[in-house]
């Protein structure tokens, strides 16, 4: 492709917000309402990605998974989410800079997250005032989550662009899956919630440090861009 990325599709768990603590302490209050063992925050790094059913379920001790154990747990912990959710949560250093220059730019940006819907919603509006996002999606009954690519291209469709002209940047496996299976162009944040290895190989075409580093990526053409590492021209 000779031009540059039409537009850009977020995560916003791990990749726009740092809401790691919030969530950690959501799931250990319900853990410890039910009198079952908690777990420091950064095991919730790979407990998270999958939504709250799966967040829930990889959090229970294994011998305490049965469908009750689970349902009561999943309901605790969205009750105590609701009561903490912007307590310790902010975007990550150099987002709101970065969003500014996509604005600046004219690039449509979007969200795709498997959060509920409605804290999809409470979420950009309360940390992102001041970003006009395109669309804004999240975890709905009738689409299924990521690693799914439906949600992915139902917002390619809300766009008018082509798959392949899209950046989806991400931090988990989740999200490198999910752009893979859209056709989208995939690009990892290293300072969310997962580590490089995991999104090499998960398909991430590019791997980047910190945000403003997606810039550079907006700019070339997706041909330059994204060409294959070690590339040359003419090869």
């Known amino acids: 492709m000779s031009t540059p990325p039409r537009a850009v599709i977020f995560d916003l768990d791990g990749t726009l917000l740092d809401t790691l603590a919030d969530l950690a302490d959501s799931g250990n209050a319900a853990l410890a309402a039910l009198g079952l063992p908690t777990h420091p925050d950064d095991a919730y790094r790979y407990f998270v990605g999958l939504g709250i059913e799966e967040l829930v379920r990889r959090m ?3 011998d305490r998974r049965d469908p009750a154990t689970l349902k009561q747990a999943v309901a605790l912990t969205g009750g105590e989410y609701k009561r903490r959710w912007k307590d310790k949560t902010r975007p990550y250093d150099g987002v709101p800079e970065m969003l500014d220059a996509l604005r600046l730019r004219g690039l449509p940006v979007c969200v795709l997250s498997n959060k509920p819907q409605p804290y999809t919603d409470l979420t950009v509006e309360a940390f992102f ?29 809300e766009l008018g662009f082509a798959p392949g002209s899209i950046v989806f940047v991400g931090d988990t496996a989740t999200d490198m899956k999910t752009a893979r299976g859209a056709g ?15 999104l090499a190989g998960s398909g991430a075409l590019r791997i980047i440090a910190h945000p403003m580093e997606l810039l550079a990526l907006l700019d070339a053409p997706v041909a330059e861009a994204f060409a294959p590492v070690g590339a040359t ?3």
């Not at 689409?143 to 439906?150: L, M, S």
């Not at 989208?184 to 490089?196: H, K």
């Open 184 to 198: 989208m162009l995939p690009v990892g944040a290293l300072w969310g919630f997962r580590d490089e290895p995991e």
């Open 233 to 235: 021209q003419g090869e």
């Open 60 to 62: 229970l001790p294994e």
């Open 129 to 157: 005032p001041g970003w006009p996002f395109a669309h804004v999606r999240g975890a709905r009954p009738e689409v299924p989550n990521k690693p799914h690519p439906a949600g992915a291209l139902a917002l390619a469709r």
